[in-house]
């Protein structure tokens, strides 16, 4: 409230409630309720009780010190500056009584040291007086609103003594004293000035708050962490579950194929059988045709003929009658050997699965260096990392089946963290064998086994790891515009049958592969009529489509798998359904399209049939991405302009970028398409570096590969990178108008 309107509302402060009259001589209950001290001592003789009084506010009983002596209640000192204030309010209309004189006066003046009013006769008197030479006083008719603020502002009395003001700080008594108490009551305590004691406090109290607010942000980065880490775990647990269900799936599959296969087996088993049946029984049939027909035609003769004619010699019934000597000849069923198969109960594998787990949850740790102990053909671990299976039956452990020169191994996987590919088996001339095999976090692991027999068990062994390396294996193309060779290729996708697009982009088409770098067809020409294609750039498959960014014609075309148009999407323009320039395109969880439209700054989602659903990050997030791929829960973004990668969560709010323009390690120079390798490693085609990094998703560095040329391994300006189904990657090399494929 402003003093304006405090002075016109000052009425409603400076009543008695009791009386509802101005205060006089205001006294403070303990309550803190304020009332007149005659209208206190009416209470007090009307309720005939001296050591108390009932509040007339809050109707509490308050104990009235000095037997009751209602005068040694604390003066309301408050309002008595606001009943000091209130003349001045009122002197237009109704003048103010003179401090010295009792004269009422319209023409006064207001001393602030003395807390009084001073007529005009009076005022050159008390201006005389030498020990009021300091004193300020201001004619009424001159008060401003900061000089009502000032009476309002009157120093604080002392309860004892009254009108004395509070001065000083008894240091041992720890309490607001004026000089008079300090002669009396406090002699011979360290005492300092009120202003100073007051200042000291300050001061702690501004340090106090200081360290609180250091502590409370301290709390908030605590607790921003610790959402943080909630938010890990949670992911982490969908992705741990993520795992076991694809780890049940995937065993339950393979009980289905084992189940399946017996299902075959049964059924070639009952049809063979059915077939010996079936025979048997036409054979019987054909039988009881045969004697049907005899039946009928001895009753025929017994019918038709005569005595004398029945009597004559007749070869049908001399047979029949040999026929009915002899024994029958009868069809048997072989008894109970007609089934001849049955299932017998695998009990060792039923007992062995009630038995053991489906997995184990480990504390995640990150060895450098992990050794296989023996411990039996039942058990050894390499580590946290795997554990060796053995392809025989029910046998788990660090056990290799050795067969035919060669060995047949598989890692099992007990952290999510630590997925493996397929080892790599390789002979030595000692007759041991060195297995290599991929594994997240520390590269390649590699361990040596001998094998003594037909089985190696038991032997302890100790793996090594080394930094990842990556080595060309394969080159397809060169350039031309003949089926299988490129002219600047840019885009580069798989899919499920490990089938290879790369978008030909100089030559305005898309060609297939096989992984081998056979090749297998080709679709598109120069044009903007549908199906035709201008600078295509980024390609991606979806449920057998081929979804194409014709990125010189603004638009996103869709094919099927052999190349025929379906329909497509965009024009040129800068709303937010319109494209220009199109660069990367994926697929996002829900089956929708993230375009990276390149020349409009921005990423931008729609649904397969081309509707505009959202874009993702704020204005002025990108300069010129390239490409967008989702990865789990996080959107990730190569931001060309700005040489980084920026990624966000499914929602699209950004949560971090790494990487800076430059040529070091974990540094970019134009970064290109992105992709995620089976380690779960993010690959980005650093272009005008002329090499392709390896970061873990948390934007650490992890390895490189390729240099500038054009020799077998290098690049000039690679583009895109793809995974196929074995975790090789296939690169497209840009300036050299080929695709490379490395392990």
């Not at 040291?113 to 009424?140: G, M, Q, V």
């Amino acid at each position: 409230m402003d003093i304006k309107t405090f002075l016109d509302n000052i009425y409603e402060h400076v009543c008695c409630p009791v009386c509802s009259n101005r205060f006089t001589d205001p006294k403070l209950l303990p309550c803190l309720h304020s009332f007149c001290l005659n209208c206190l001592k009416r209470i007090q003789a009307t309720s005939g009780i001296r050591d108390t009084v009932l509040c007339p506010e809050c109707r509490r009983n308050s104990t009235i010190p000095g037997n009751g002596d209602l005068n040694t209640l604390p003066t309301n000192f408050r309002l008595n500056s606001l009943l000091d204030a209130l003349p001045v309010t009122e002197c237009k209309t109704s003048g103010v009584k003179c401090g010295n004189c009792d004269k009422r006066r319209q023409e006064s003046a207001y001393c602030f040291t003395c807390c009084s009013f001073w007529c005009n006769d009076c005022l050159p008197l008390h201006n005389r007086i030498k020990t009021f030479k300091e004193h300020h006083a201001l004619a009424l008719k001159d008060f401003g609103h900061e000089d009502f603020e000032n009476i309002f502002k009157q120093p604080t009395f002392c309860t004892k003594h009254e009108k004395k003001e509070l001065e000083l700080f008894c240091q041992k008594c720890k309490t607001t004293i004026c000089n008079s108490c300090a002669f009396i009551d406090h002699e011979g305590h360290d005492k300092i000035a009120l202003d100073d004691a007051a200042k000291e406090q300050r001061l702690r109290i501004n340090r106090a708050i200081k360290s609180m607010k250091r502590k409370e942000q301290k709390k908030g980065t605590r607790t921003a962490k610790l959402d943080e880490k909630c938010t890990q775990v949670r992911e982490h647990a969908v992705r741990v579950k993520s795992n076991v269900q694809q780890f049940t799936d995937n065993l339950i599959a393979a009980i289905e194929a084992k189940k399946n296969k017996i299902f075959d087996e049964i059924e070639k088993k009952a049809k063979k059988c059915l077939g010996r049946l079936g025979g048997k029984r036409q054979e019987i049939e054909e039988k009881m045709k045969k004697d049907q027909t005899e039946i009928e035609k001895c009753g025929k003769i017994l019918r038709r003929s005569t005595n004398a004619q029945i009597m004559q010699p007749n070869e049908f019934l001399d047979q029949l009658f040999r026929e009915e000597s002899e024994q029958e000849d009868i069809v048997e069923l072989d008894g109970d050997n007609v089934i001849d198969f049955d299932f017998e109960r695998n009990e060792e594998l039923f007992n062995d699965v009630h038995a053991k787990q489906l997995g184990f949850l480990k504390r995640i740790t990150n060895p450098k260096e992990s050794t296989v102990e023996g411990k039996g053909i039942s058990e050894g671990t390499v580590g946290l990392l795997a554990e060796l299976v053995v392809i025989t039956r029910n046998i788990m452990g660090k056990q290799v089946y050795h067969q035919n020169n060669r060995i047949t191994m598989e890692i099992r996987n007990h952290e999510e963290h630590y997925c493996s590919t397929k080892p790599q088996i390789h002979g030595n001339k000692d007759g041991s064998y060195k297995i290599s095999y991929f594994a997240k976090e520390t590269g390649i692991c590699q361990a040596s086994v001998k094998v003594n027999g037909q089985h190696v068990r038991g032997s302890p062994f100790k793996t090594e790891f080394k930094p990842r390396l990556f080595k060309s294996v394969l080159s397809v193309g060169k350039q031309g515009s003949a089926p299988g060779m490129f002219n600047l290729p840019k885009g580069i996708a798989v899919n499920d049958k490990d089938e290879i697009g790369v978008t030909d982009s100089g030559n305005d088409r898309i060609q297939i592969f096989l992984a081998d770098g056979t090749h297998l067809r080709s679709f598109g020409r120069k044009g903007n009529q549908q199906g035709q294609l201008k600078h295509p750039r980024g390609i991606t498959f979806y449920n057998d489509n081929i979804i194409v960014s014709d990125s010189g014609n603004h638009r996103i075309q869709i094919f099927d798998d052999q190349g025929h148009y379906l329909h497509q999407f965009g024009e040129q323009g800068k709303l937010n359904h319109l494209l220009d320039r199109p660069y990367g395109v994926s697929i996002d969880s829900d089956g929708n399209v993230i375009v990276a439209d390149f020349n409009n700054n921005s990423i931008k989602i729609f649904s397969l049939d081309g509707q505009f659903l959202r874009t993702i990050g704020e204005e002025g997030s990108f300069i010129n991405p390239v490409h967008c791929i989702q990865h789990d829960n996080y959107l990730i973004v190569s931001d060309n302009g700005n040489h980084c990668i920026k990624v966000f969560d499914k929602q699209g709010k950004f949560l971090y970028n790494f990487g800076m323009k430059g040529a070091g390690d974990g540094e970019l120079n134009l970064p290109g398409f992105l992709s995620v390798d089976k380690a779960g490693h993010l690959v980005v085609c650093d272009l005008l570096n002329d090499r392709i990094q390896v970061f873990k998703l948390t934007g650490e560095f992890i390895t490189k590969f390729g240099a500038p040329g054009k020799e077998k391994g290098k690049f000039t300006t690679p583009v895109s990178t793809a995974i196929l189904s074995d975790g090789r990657i296939i690169v497209t090399d840009h300036g050299n108008h080929r695709v490379l494929v490395f392990e």
